[in-house]
């Protein structure tokens, strides 16, 4: 079984490093030891004007985040 593990702030600046540097997705993908994809994805998911950026995309992962996992109630019912 597989399982999916998010970009950490780590990875992200990584992309953006190395988009500067000029290097392609796959390069970066190899890099990171992660698929392409996973990378074109987030690069696409989150431009700010016509820029890659790593803090606004964790802003926004973490706004996604909390919109699909709504916080749990603490109330506990029997």
Do not use: F, W
Not at 4 to 28: A, D, M
Not at 68 to 77: D, F, R
């Amino acid at each position: 079984m597989s399982y999916y593990h998010h970009l950490n702030p780590y990875e992200r600046e990584i992309i953006l490093k190395s988009l500067v540097l000029g290097q392609s997705i796959r390069t970066i993908a190899t890099q990171l030891g992660r698929s392409p994809a996973t990378i074109s994805r987030e690069l696409r998911r989150n431009p700010c004007n016509g820029e890659y950026s790593p803090t606004r995309a964790e802003l926004a992962h973490h706004k996604r985040r909390t919109r699909c996992h709504p916080a749990k109630s603490t109330n506990k019912k029997r």
